[in-house]
């Protein structure tokens, strides 16, 4: 990849540049750059825009999300990717692109956080430079990921971590101790209609839910634009479509995570679960809207485009 000087610390990072179609058929246009990390001598790490096309607009205004690529032995790449990081839909996304490069090997796992602990406009993933060089992210529920800051790996901790990567076409194991959306696909984008999401709770269990429950696809087949601005509508759906018969619908208690370092196993999917919910509105945030309308990925697949240059 060539790096050229940009302003003040901030690199181009051989421009992927890739259109995003909008619900209205209307083009944005969806590009990285590089960030030089001040407390890391020859560190970096990705900085995600959404502009219109016919326009290069790098400002705080535009910024889309975040990625960090850890260069594994053996010629394996490993990215976490921070997505619409400025939208109720915010996402993380691991992906691993195994040692011979081709696409049928490139595998993801897609992560979605609740509850969403953050004011209206709010990012829901903010950064900041450690001393030590490594990078803090907190999450929407206020959990943290560290970066490394030279490498771009993620260090494990209580609250999120990686496993090594795994087999041939192994979707990566990214976990986190509360509860959250899954997404794994392989060769394939994990935002196509059809796919299947587990919702996991903190105890183990899980329910299956599809793609197209909880993204808005305006006719498309791929779409990463979430349906659900605000935490209770999401509860409430996963109320109706996760309860158990002849138990409560809705336990009335506040999303809870195990205590740090507590061990919790995936359970098989043992099919309707009861579900938890915020006890209060104060524990869902306020409804959260976009300005720019639902936003879908373009036929033929943005996400091979960015990981393809």
Known sequence: MRFSPVIAGVVALALNVAPVASAKDAVDLLSQISVRNSRVPGGYYGRLHRFPDGTRDYSTETLDGYSFRHDLPGGAVRELQIARLRTHGAYLIATDLFANGRFSTMSHTVLMVFPRRTAPGDDLYAIAEQSSGDLHVKAPDGSLLVVEGRSGALRPSSDFRLAPLGSLGTPPGLWHRGFHLRIESVGRSPFLRGTTVRAEFPDGRTCRLTTDELFVYDGAVESDA???????????????RCSSSGRPAVQRAALTVPAPGASVLAAADPGPVPILVPASASAAPARVTTTTGARRWAPGGLFWRLFSN
Do not use: K, N, W, Y
Request: no cysteine.
């Open 226 to 240: 979430f349906r659900f601005a605000d935490d209770r509508d999401l509860f409430a759906h996963l109320e109706a």
